[in-house]
């Protein structure tokens, strides 16, 4: 396969101002054997002009239009078009450094790969997608779920990667249109298992805007209930299929551990909150794991994190029960916030 063709899926909803910086990179990419296809998702601000306007411009650009469904069911709009050889997901807000196609179509080729990843960073700055975009270059072969948990970059997002289309489409992958959120993250989960070979890239390909104004990752993110509560949805829904598809035995700690990243806005819950929260997490929880899970070797942090949740959803905890659960908590994780600063003084001293 000499020049794969790229399929860019882009999903488009009411982001008018942003289309032609992020249509621009794709289209200006070094590597020329590529398609956009663009899924308008019921866009009510002026987005579909800016589409057909650059379909008529560049014969690669092609647009579909669908009734406002979600993020998710526009990027399987576009997986039910696409014809390329590989698949790439751009947020149609975001951009790609000009030569990314280039060299992610050589580090597919050159390892026959199933899924090339790579690295990417948000404007402004923001320190957790810098870290959690972050991969290191290497070549794995073999136990795509050790991947997941073992390599950054494979969680939470879809778009710093290009997948072969034909792993998608003999496996089935879809994105889940019944999750709020957490949508990239279930694709993963099943996307790295079925993988024979990933190629990391640590190149920053990707330019995610962060915090746009109006956007549903930045209001969600204002719901700190809402938003923990969809993301027990997104363990259920992982640990459940992992479980049917027999990936779950002996990764019952990993998947806590890898998924914990979810529950970081907890502390930031009303004391209202904290309590029918916990009593969803034990739901979910008591589906798929037991509290010997959480014995095994895991991080302090999410550990305590894990036990706390368990504690306050106890039948008949009462009012002062739980600020008690909540001040024990806050203990350990300032104990382990003390202990790190100072491993981190005697490590400088020993330099």
Request: net charge negative.
């Amino acid at each position: 396969m000499d020049d794969p063709l790229l399929s860019i899926i882009v999903p488009v909803y009411n982001i008018a101002p942003y289309l032609d910086e992020c249509l621009e990179s794709l289209c200006g990419q070094t590597y020329r054997n590529l398609e956009v296809v663009c899924v308008d998702d019921g866009s009510t601000d002026g987005s579909a002009d800016v589409l057909r306007a650059w379909e008529a411009r560049d014969e690669r650009v092609r647009v579909v239009f669908q009734p406002n469904g979600g993020v998710s069911r526009a990027r399987n709009h576009g997986l039910d078009v696409a014809t390329g050889d590989y698949v790439a997901f751009v947020d149609g807000d975001d951009y790609l450094d000009l030569d990314a196609a280039e060299k992610l179509l050589a580090a597919a080729r050159e390892n026959d790969a199933d899924i090339v990843v790579f690295g990417g960073r948000a404007f402004p700055e923001t320190r957790w997608v810098t870290e959690v975009f972050g991969p290191r270059d290497v070549v794995r072969t073999g136990d795509g779920c050790a991947m997941i948990f073992e390599e950054k970059g494979c969680i939470p997002s879809a778009s710093n990667k290009i997948f072969r289309r034909s792993l998608i489409e003999a496996e089935h992958l879809r994105f889940n249109e019944r999750l709020v959120l957490g949508e990239d993250t279930s694709f993963s989960f099943f996307a790295f298992p079925a993988a024979r070979t990933v190629a990391f890239l640590s190149n920053r390909f990707y330019h995610y805007r962060f915090e746009r104004a109006g956007s549903a990752v930045t209001e969600n993110f204002k719901k700190r209930a809402w938003q923990l509560n969809h993301h027990v949805e997104v363990l259920d829904y992982i640990a459940g299929e992992w479980a049917r598809r027999g990936l779950l035995d002996g990764r019952r700690t990993q998947l806590l551990g890898a998924i914990c990243f979810i529950f970081y806005d907890f502390d930031e819950l009303s004391p209202a909150d904290r309590v029918p929260f916990a009593r969803h997490f034990k739901e979910a929880f008591d589906r798929h794991f037991s509290p010997a899970d959480l014995a095994r070797p895991m991080g302090r942090n999410e550990r305590y994190r894990y036990e706390l949740f368990l504690e306050l959803a106890r039948d008949g905890l009462t009012r002062a029960q739980a600020a008690t659960a909540m001040a024990r908590y806050r203990a350990k994780m300032a104990a382990v916030a003390l202990n790190r600063k100072r491993a981190a003084l005697m490590s400088s001293k020993d330099a």
